[in-house]
């Protein structure tokens, strides 16, 4: 696909939602290669479906002449590492996955493998807290410090959560009926945590990752992939 492609949105067939769309010719792109896309629509919330079908890998930036908006986009190479912030959506992302796989396993029936797949979810998610909690949110203290005293409290919360559920995981299973309405209680509640982080938090701790000049992305990196399954 040459880098002056445009997908023009307003071709997109009648009744088929434009992110489908817009996803159909996005999947069939190799690293490092480029597209364009005309939106009539402003795209932020496109792109945001579009960078959870890709995993984060796309690099985008639109400009609008008033009539559209022209997104030039393309999707990272293999030499060109994610950013801290696309790291941890990235992140957000699988322990969203794995919550939604406990939860299916748990109404299936299948207790054992559904214990085994939230077991490997509270130890993700502990450790994506911490590194929340010891290496990012001191750097945005006082570029957001009202957000990030929010996401500690919210963090706080979300261990309470997380032990009654390793309790309930416990307990034998008969006595265990009401798992899913533990797990549907955390996914709404890391739902709406995960999002704030995105948008009130990401923008200060790249800009605090830019300083760094790596050295904060790949101690994030080398926590995240030395946790325990
Ligand atoms: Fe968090
Ligand atoms: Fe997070």
Same mark, same amino acid.
């Given at each position: 696909?040459?880098?002056? /492609? ?9 009744g088929v939602p434009v992110s489908t769309y817009a996803y159909s010719v996005l999947r069939e792109m190799g690293p490092g ?13 496109? #792109? ?5 079908? #890709? ?9 609008? !002449?008033?009539? =559209? /908006? ?24 699988? #322990? ?12 299936? =029936?299948?207790?054992? &493998? ?22 990012l949110a001191p750097l945005a203290v006082r570029d957001a410090g009202e957000p990030t005293a929010l996401m500690r409290r ?19 299973? &008969?006595?265990?009926?009401?798992? !899913? ?11 709406k945590h995960e999002f704030r982080e995105e948008t009130l938090l990401f923008g200060a701790w790249e800009r605090a990752a ?8 790949? &101690? ?10």
């Amino acid at each position: 696909m040459s880098c002056c /492609y445009v997908l023009d949105l307003r071709l997109t067939p009648q009744g088929v939602p434009v992110s489908t769309y817009a996803y159909s010719v996005l999947r069939e792109m190799g690293p490092g290669e480029s597209l364009r896309i005309w939106s009539p629509e402003d795209p932020t919330l496109l #792109m945001a479906q579009l960078q959870n079908h #890709m995993r984060h890998t796309l690099v985008w930036h639109a400009v609008t !002449d008033g009539q =559209g /908006y022209l997104v030039t986009l393309h999707t990272r190479g293999p030499d060109e590492a994610l950013t801290l912030t696309d790291t941890l959506r990235r992140d957000h992302d699988d #322990m969203d996955a794995r919550l939604v796989r406990a939860l299916s396993l748990v109404n299936g =029936g299948h207790w054992r &493998e559904a214990v085994s797949e939230v077991t490997a979810f509270d130890h993700a998610l502990r450790a994506h807290i911490l590194i929340e909690n010891d290496l990012l949110a001191p750097l945005a203290v006082r570029d957001a410090g009202e957000p990030t005293a929010l996401m500690r409290r919210e963090h706080d919360d979300i261990l309470i959560q997380l032990d009654a559920i390793q309790e309930v995981c416990a307990s034998p299973e &008969e006595s265990c009926a009401d798992l !899913d309405t533990w797990l549907g209680l955390l996914a709404a509640s890391l739902n709406k945590h995960e999002f704030r982080e995105e948008t009130l938090l990401f923008g200060a701790w790249e800009r605090a990752a830019s300083i760094g000049r790596g050295t904060l992305l790949n &101690e994030v990196r080398q926590r995240l992939s030395s946790r325990a399954p």
